[in-house]
């Protein structure tokens, strides 16, 4: 099974969150490969079975000019039979933007035609115990349901 992981990330939470994650499905046999969403086209997404966007909120929830990009181009992607799932690094003293860009990722890719294979993983600034705990049992859940 192939999983393609995109991140974005400014100050490495989401980098963690991402490197976290290609281990854990590596570990389960998972071909997988991760790249940053500025070197990244969305269309990559079309060789992989699971298709994995973890992603920063910044500037009250309004997409910076690297997410937009890549979001033009998932819009015009069909993903239909493929996997998703996203995440994220925020920070709940933003209120209702928490973690808004990847709850904007989460329905392009609904919209792609993609089937969600587990519920986001939001978490708050650099991954703690429980974090890991929550990363784990996401990349056990895809594992369960794909490898
Ligand atoms: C200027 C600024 C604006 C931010 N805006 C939001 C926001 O709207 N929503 C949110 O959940 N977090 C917000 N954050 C918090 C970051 O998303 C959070 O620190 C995240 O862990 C950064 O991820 P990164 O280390 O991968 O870049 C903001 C942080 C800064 C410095």
Redesign the pocket.
């Known amino acids: 099974m192939k999983a393609k992981i995109v991140y974005?990330?400014?100050?490495?939470?989401?980098?963690d969150m991402a490197d976290m994650l290609e281990e854990d499905l590596q570990d389960y046999g998972f071909d997988v490969d991760s790249s940053d969403v500025s070197f990244t086209d969305a269309t990559d997404y079309e060789d992989a079975d699971l298709c994995i966007f973890i992603t920063?909120?910044?500037?009250?929830?309004k997409m910076t000019d690297e997410l937009v990009d890549f979001y033009e181009q998932l819009k015009e992607l069909d993903l239909s039979g493929k996997y998703f799932a996203v995440m994220g690094?925020?920070?709940?003293t933003?209120g209702e933007?928490?973690?808004?860009n990847v709850f904007d990722y989460q329905k392009a890719f609904i919209a792609c035609g993609a089937k969600e294979i587990t519920a986001p993983v939001t978490i708050?600034?650099?991954p703690d115990e429980d974090d890991i705990d929550a990363i784990d049992n996401a990349a056990k859940e895809m594992n369960e349901k794909l490898g």
């Open positions: 974005a990330s400014m100050t490495g939470n989401d980098e920063y909120t910044y500037g009250e929830g690094s925020g920070d709940r933003y933007h928490f973690c808004e708050e600034n650099a």
